[in-house]
């Protein structure tokens, strides 16, 4: 399994950025330190444990609370579901659909962008 480096995951606790100053250039030169390189790799590992249907928690390098993978704010590009739907070239959604989409599910959601 692999990923794009993501610069953005944010402790649910204090809500601070456990990639905060790195670029996604960084991830791939010799810019991270030792201590960048675990942090990314933790992610990574739990990434891979939460693919397997695992409950996984991650434990956040400035607080060091355990939270939960899935309650970390991956930022506009990344998410941990259960369930998604893809959409493509659709203008922005309203907020009265995606709240319709809310009550529908019977759950939040987060909306992720991207392009190709
Ligand atoms: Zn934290």
Redesign the pocket.
């Known amino acids: 399994m692999s990923f794009t480096a993501f610069t953005d995951c944010f ?1 649910p ?2 809500k ?1 950025n456990r990639f905060d100053g790195i670029s996604p250039e960084d991830f791939y030169s010799e810019n991270l330190t030792k201590e960048e390189q675990e942090n990314f790799n933790a992610v990574h590992l739990a990434f891979e444990n939460w693919s397997k249907g695992k409950e996984t928690y991650l434990t ?1 390098p ?2 060091e ?1 355990e939270s939960k993978i899935d309650d970390y704010n991956l930022g506009k590009t990344l998410a941990c579901s259960n369930i998604g739907f893809t959409f493509w070239n659709w203008s922005e959604f309203t907020t009265d659909f995606l709240n319709e989409i809310k009550t529908i599910l019977g759950s939040d959601i987060k909306v992720i962008l991207g392009h190709l």
Request: net charge positive.
């Open positions: 402790c606790r204090f601070k956040c400035h607080c609370a």
